[in-house]
């Protein structure tokens, strides 16, 4: 690593890397701004234009496998052209300019558009973000960085939540379903962060260029990776097919009788349970295996989709929901630490293209199924699903990175 990177990893606000810090508040502002929206979407879907949940299931099933495959060509080109902050600007740049589209949304096909204009821009942006955080911190605080980096993620999210639950108070505090004029206030209420959190990065956010010779070591296969991470991606696989949109569970929570105000109060509180856990957990894992906190946070999660699939009273979802925080902090920040630690600086945008790749693939069909399970089976079906698929891939991590390096 050239100097210029050595003095970038020393660096630091607060004990945090410098662009682990400043990428931390461009996910609390963008996450706030998503919060207010992308939650409440499933609903506004649902009550506003009256959705089928299999249409529903196809949206977020097409957001979310648009991001992917260009979060593997993002990150990919990243490291062959040895540059990461211009994409990850316009990856931020061209979701500030979607989000306000969906005060027009009248149909679920223009959603359908404003969604995957959104998921373009994340999937632009993603890998090369995680690999600049990864090539700009030290090998013993990547947990730190990812921790902190996805605990600000929820604490921009809880804010929102309790901005979302002020405003649904005073316009339409006991109402069971969403109104589009209330989905309109939140629109305009999101739109002003995400243009902050783009200043940010184009004024604040630092570059790094691993050497002249990283681009020709460059290459959009597994090929090159070792067997461990190659096993890893396909245990990210098997879980995330179970792994479907969190839509469902809104969904469900409407259905056993909350509020949208009580919906919006139990989101704060499942991501209060994220911000706390996420930053220690990141922490801890830069001391133990990290495998061991992502197969807690997945038994965390089988737990609880089991509970979801068998739930009949309010409470019950409210406690459910509020616990699932516990997966997300255990798990997302470490997983990308794992992604670094078992491949090289030259090679991480590319990896972080094929770790998120893995997921987003897998996320369209995890979707579909869980669209077609709940309105052809139950809405209990999914959930079942997707905690056994959990238990397996739990197994699964373990054997795998019990495996000696290549």
Do not use: C
Request: no cysteine; aromatic share 14%.
């Amino acid at each position: 690593m050239n100097n210029k990177n050595s003095k970038i990893q020393e660096k630091k606000v607060f004990g945090i890397p410098w662009n682990a810090f400043i990428f931390g508040f461009v996910s609390f502002l963008n996450d706030f701004s998503s919060e207010l929206t992308i939650r409440a979407l499933p609903l506004f879907l649902k009550n506003v234009l009256n959705t089928k949940t299999s249409i529903i299931g196809l949206i977020e099933g097409v957001a979310d496998s648009t991001a992917t495959i260009l979060k593997i060509f993002s990150g990919y080109l990243s490291d062959k052209l040895n540059q990461r902050k211009w994409l990850v600007t316009l990856g931020y740049g061209l979701s500030a300019i979607s989000k306000p589209l969906l005060y027009f949304a009248n149909n679920w096909v223009f959603v359908l558009i404003i969604r995957f204009l959104d998921r373009v821009g994340k999937g632009i942006r993603t890998s090369p973000r995680d690999a600049l955080i990864a090539n700009t911190t030290k090998k013993e605080e990547l947990g730190k960085a990812f921790g902190f980096n996805r605990a600000m993620d929820p604490a921009g999210a809880i804010l929102a939540l309790l901005v979302g639950s002020v405003v649904i108070y005073f316009s339409s505090k006991n109402a069971i379903k969403l109104t589009d004029h209330l989905f309109k206030i939140l629109v305009l209420i999101s739109i002003f962060p995400v243009f902050i959190a783009l200043f940010l990065i184009v004024a604040f956010a630092v570059d790094v260029k691993n050497g002249s010779s990283s681009a020709n070591k460059v290459n959009l296969s597994l090929k090159g990776f070792n067997k461990r991470f190659k096993l890893y991606l396909l245990t990210i696989a098997i879980f995330t097919l179970g792994n479907s949109s969190d839509a469902f569970l809104i969904l469900q929570a409407q259905n056993r009788g909350l509020s949208i105000l009580e919906i919006f109060l139990m989101l704060a509180a499942f991501n209060f349970i994220t911000t706390i856990s996420a930053y220690p957990a990141g922490l801890l894992s830069d001391r133990i295996k990290r495998q061991h906190l992502i197969v807690a946070g997945w038994i965390v999660y089988a737990l609880i989709y089991f509970g979801f699939g068998l739930a009949t009273k309010t409470y019950q979802i409210v406690i459910l929901y509020i616990l699932y925080g516990l997966y997300y902090g255990l798990t997302e920040g470490v997983e990308k630490a794992l992604v670094a630690d078992l491949v090289e600086p030259e090679k991480r945008g590319t990896a972080y293209g094929l770790y998120n790749g893995a997921v987003g693939i897998f996320a369209f069909p995890a979707s579909l199924i869980a669209g077609f399970l709940w309105q052809y089976i139950s809405p209990s079906a999914p959930f079942i699903f997707g905690a056994v698929l959990a238990i397996i891939a739990s197994i699964s991590l373990l054997k795998v990175l019990s495996l000696k390096s290549d």
